[in-house]
C-alpha cells in the first residue's frame, strides 16, 4: 500500500488546466523530503517531469510545474494536450519505512 | 545520450531464480547510484533496490528484502539484480533507473529509466 495518495483519474478539455494532488505525511513529505513526479505511457520508460519539488529537467516543457507545501504537494498541467494523456506518479523518500516511495498513481485523460 | 537498457526478463516458476541486467551508455556509470523499481500489472511504480556509486551501501524494499540482491559491474557498465525465491507477486515489469542529481546534489529522484523487462512468474 503506497503512503502517498494520488487521485485516481483526472480529465480536461484539450487547453484547460488540471492539477494532480499528492498527499503524503510527516515521515515523508513533511519531514522536508522533495517530491517529484513522472510520466508514464505503458510499455514505455517513465518520464521524470519535475524533480526538487518544482524544478523541471531540460526539454520538460513549461506547461508542467509542481509545487509542495507541508505533507502535500501538486503537479499542474496548463494548456492540456492530447499528447499529455497518461499516467502520472509522484514520489519521494519514507524515512519511517527507508524506503523511495510512489503514489498511487492518476491517469490523465484529455476529452 | 543516456541509455538503459535491462535485459534477463521472462518467466520463472515460484522458488526459482533469475538475474536480471541493465546495460547503461551515456554517462559516467561509476559515479551515480542505481535503482531498480517494478510495475505488476494493473499497478503502480514500487521501487525495489538501490546501489551506492561505490556499491558499499544497498537498500530494498520490504517485499524483496532477503530475496533480491542488487549489484553492479562498473567495468562492464552494468546493473544486475538476482530474483530468488520468485513469488507470483514478483510477476512485474522491472525498471533500471539512474539516480538524479542537479548541480552535484542528488535528490533522490530517478532521471533516466530503462524500457523495462517484463518477469512472470508461474506454475
Known amino acids: 500500500q503506497s503512503v502517498l495518495t494520488q487521485p485516481p483519474s483526472v480529465s480536461g478539455a484539450p487547453g484547460q488546466r488540471v492539477t494532480i494532488s499528492c498527499t503524503g505525511s510527516?515521515?515523508?513529505?513533511?519531514?522536508?523530503?522533495?517530491v517529484h513526479w513522472y510520466q508514464h505511457l505503458p510499455g514505455t520508460a517513465p518520464n521524470l517531469l519535475i524533480f526538487g519539488d518544482n524544478n523541471r529537467p531540460s526539454g520538460v516543457p513549461d506547461r508542467f510545474s509542481g509545487s509542495k507545501s507541508g505533507s502535500s504537494a501538486s503537479l499542474a498541467i496548463t494548456g492540456l494536450q492530447a499528447e499529455d494523456e497518461a499516467d502520472y506518479y509522484c514520489?519521494?523518500?519514507?524515512?519511517?519505512?527507508?524506503?523511495?516511495?510512489f503514489g498511487t498513481g492518476t491517469k490523465v485523460t484529455v476529452l | 545520450q543516456v541509455e538503459l537498457v535491462e535485459s534477463g526478463g521472462g518467466a520463472a516458476q515460484p522458488g526459482r531464480s533469475l538475474r536480471l541486467s541493465c546495460a547503461a551508455s551515456g554517462f559516467s556509470f561509476s559515479l551515480y547510484g542505481m535503482h531498480w523499481v517494478r510495475q505488476a500489472p494493473g499497478k503502480g511504480l514500487e521501487w525495489v533496490a538501490i546501489?551506492?556509486?561505490?556499491?558499499?551501501?544497498?537498500d530494498y524494499g520490504d517485499a524483496v528484502k532477503g530475496r533480491f540482491t542488487i549489484s553492479r559491474d562498473d567495468s562492464k557498465n552494468t546493473l544486475y539484480l538476482q530474483m530468488n525465491s520468485l513469488r507470483a507477486d514478483d510477476t512485474a515489469v522491472y525498471y533500471c533507473a539512474k539516480e538524479g542529481c542537479y548541480n552535484g546534489v542528488c535528490s533522490g529522484h530517478f532521471d533516466w529509466w530503462g524500457q523495462g523487462t517484463l518477469v512472470t512468474v508461474s506454475s
Open positions: 546501489i551506492s556509486s561505490d556499491s558499499n551501501n544497498q
Open positions: 510527516n515521515s515523508n513529505l513533511g519531514a522536508g523530503y522533495d
Open positions: 514520489q519521494s523518500y519514507d524515512t519511517s519505512l527507508r524506503a523511495y516511495v
